[in-house]
């Protein structure tokens, strides 16, 4: 086994400088796991996984120590210099620690602390963990990522896919106390961030209040909006604040595509809430856009149009939930449409999925992502209610956790709900286990397979190689779950959703 | 502009390209081995993006 050389503290071609002091960037936060630690960076929204407890102790003492080959010395790294000069270069490389300057060089005060510290766990920390990451996921975090968190069902809209069914507000909507009592409990269990959604959140009296707030406890909030309700006030008072990002949601590059499923005027709407967000100056804009069979040829314009605002394009998979069950047969991509799909988002890495679209990978190259059901392991779906579902796309019965008014709250929920666990350690992998592709697609969405009635172990219904339209082709009667009454308003309620209904 | 979605693993091993004097790359060489089998010590993904809200 080698040693490490004489060369252990080199400049990089990165300018990493081993002797000088770096700190954790004050823009990251480091939340702790079994196998090292995640560090979230609120400037870049860049998630980095230190996959070391040995690391994750020697960047927390690096802010103690005068230089960093004094901080590896004191740590349980001091043995493998060159790996952990390695791996500090590539933090430094993303943004998440900083060189401090000379002026501000924290000095030894610190110093014999961290040492005896260090000296602690170099005595008790077993070695790095190898596995794979996705393997780590699959086991479940500590706390989630992100979570969903649907304020209101109230929407002045009544798209033909909404996953939760909007329109009405529930008088059961967490109050604004118990809104931020939740959103401590986040915080200390350092949830990086949530994204807000509806309904149409900004409905609520409320909202900035506990945007707000999510913020002043360092949880980043992502909100998706139509658009119907901003203002200039508000567009001004969105760009004034920090660790917001908002989400426009067209579904369609004009009125003529996206109306016809989110309602006549949608898209001027949104057109003028970009307007008055980019006329405010506001940095962290995306046009979120839910892929369906009429848009895909509309996808290059969707990118064009965002790149109009200076925004970013957000593109989801569409779920047969809430309304969309009704529509998703109608709406979803054809299989031909897919594969253009998957071949278009690999020539635009620049387009954020966010690992919606993992099941595409079965088409023989992985999309950019973690690629896999984050469901009850990384994420999950908190209802304006505080009932806690295991992903944003099930909101059914068979899949709540249960609430974060109930005794221990949501850290209990997230840490010891049989649901969760059941998830996180699933006993069978079922046909798809079989198949050649099952690595790459993993079998593909939970929640499409549940509510086309297909088996959780089974395809997806949409598999790129086919076999969920096989599987759909021979469903029995009856095995499609009903997805609950939902909030429609009461006259979209007696008038059965039609696609290209103006509402 | 942000980066790419890209699962970037940062390979430590990358990280140190061009830094190797004369004479020591077979050295390097060895201890690069050892950091593959290390394992990636620093992962970088972006998960902008992961929402779950349409």
Redesign the interface.
């Known amino acids: 086994?080698?040693t490490?050389?004489e060369?252990p503290f080199?400049?990089?071609?990165?300018g990493f400088d081993p002797g000088s002091a770096y700190r954790l960037s004050q823009q990251v936060a480091l939340r702790e796991e079994p196998f090292g630690a995640l560090a979230y960076h609120y400037g870049?929204?860049?998630?980095?996984?230190?996959?070391?407890p040995s690391?994750v102790d020697l960047v927390r003492g690096l802010d103690g120590e005068e230089t960093v080959e004094d901080a590896i010395s004191a740590s349980p790294m001091g043995e493998?210099k060159?790996?952990a000069v390695?791996?500090l270069?590539?933090?430094e490389?993303?943004e998440i620690l900083e060189k401090v300057s000379p002026l501000e060089s924290p000095g030894a005060i610190r110093a014999a602390a961290t040492k005896e510290r260090a000296e602690d766990r170099r005595s008790t920390q077993p070695p790095?963990?190898?596995r794979r990451?996705t393997e780590e996921m699959k086991q479940g975090l500590d706390a989630p990522?992100?979570l969903?968190w649907?304020l209101t069902y109230g929407c002045n809209l009544a798209?033909v896919?909404?996953?939760s069914s909007s329109g009405r507000r529930d008088p059961r909507e967490l109050s604004t106390k118990q809104a931020m009592h939740f959103i401590d409990e986040l915080s200390s269990m350092k949830v990086f961030y949530v994204?807000?959604?509806g309904g149409e959140p900004t409905i609520r009296s409320d909202f900035f209040d506990i945007v707000s707030y999510c913020v002043g406890r360092g949880v980043g909030v992502?909100?998706?909006t139509n658009g119907g309700t901003m203002t200039a006030e508000r567009a001004h008072r969105l760009a004034s604040m920090d660790y917001v990002d908002v989400?426009i949601?067209i579904d369609g590059a004009t009125p003529a595509t996206n109306d016809p499923v989110r309602g006549e005027g949608s898209f001027a709407a949104a057109r003028r809430a970009m307007c008055l967000l980019s006329d405010a100056g506001f940095d962290s804009l995306?046009i979120?856009a839910?892929v369906t069979r009429l848009n895909v040829p509309e996808i290059d314009d969707l990118l064009a149009l965002a790149g109009q605002f200076g925004a970013?394009l957000?593109?989801?998979r569409l779920r047969p939930a809430g309304r969309g069950v009704q529509t998703w047969h109608e709406l979803h991509p054809t299989p031909n449409q897919q594969r253009t799909l998957h071949d278009w988002l690999k020539d635009h890495?620049?387009?954020?999925?966010?690992?919606?679209f993992f099941h595409l990978s079965a088409f023989g190259e992985a999309l950019?992502?973690?690629n896999l059901c984050?469901a009850g392991r990384i994420?999950c779906?908190i209802d304006p209610i505080g009932d806690v579902y295991a992903?944003?796309?099930v909101m059914h019965p068979e899949f709540k956790a249960g609430s974060v008014l109930g005794e221990g709250g949501f850290s209990e929920i997230w840490r010891n709900s049989d649901l969760f666990d059941g998830l996180r350690h699933p006993s069978t992998g079922g046909a798809c286990n079989a198949c050649g592709a099952f690595d790459s697609c993993q079998g593909g969405c939970m929640a499409a397979k549940f509510f086309t009635g297909l088996p959780l172990d089974g395809p997806d219904p949409e598999c790129a190689l086919g076999h969920g339209e096989s599987a759909l082709a021979v469903l029995g009667p009856g095995r499609r779950p009903e997805p609950g009454p939902g909030h429609s308003k009461k006259v979209a309620a007696t008038v059965p959703v039609v696609l290209g209904r103006a509402r | 502009m942000r980066s790419a979605i890209n699962r970037s693993a940062i390979d430590p091993v990358a990280s140190f390209e061009g830094g190797s004097p004369a004479g020591a790359d077979r050295t390097d060489e060895v201890v690069d081995e050892d950091l593959v089998e290390d394992e990636l010590l620093v992962e970088e993904i972006s998960i902008d993006g992961m929402c779950g809200v349409y």
């Open positions: 086994m080698s490490d050389t060369r080199d400049r990089n071609r990165r870049n929204r860049r998630l980095t996984f230190l996959r070391s690391l493998r060159k790996s390695c791996a270069s590539s933090l490389n993303s790095a963990p190898t990451l990522i992100c969903t649907e798209c896919h909404c996953l994204n807000v959604g992502k909100f998706s989400q949601s995306k979120s839910v970013e957000r593109l989801t890495p620049e387009v954020l999925t966010g690992d919606s950019p992502g973690l984050g994420v779906l992903c944003p796309f």
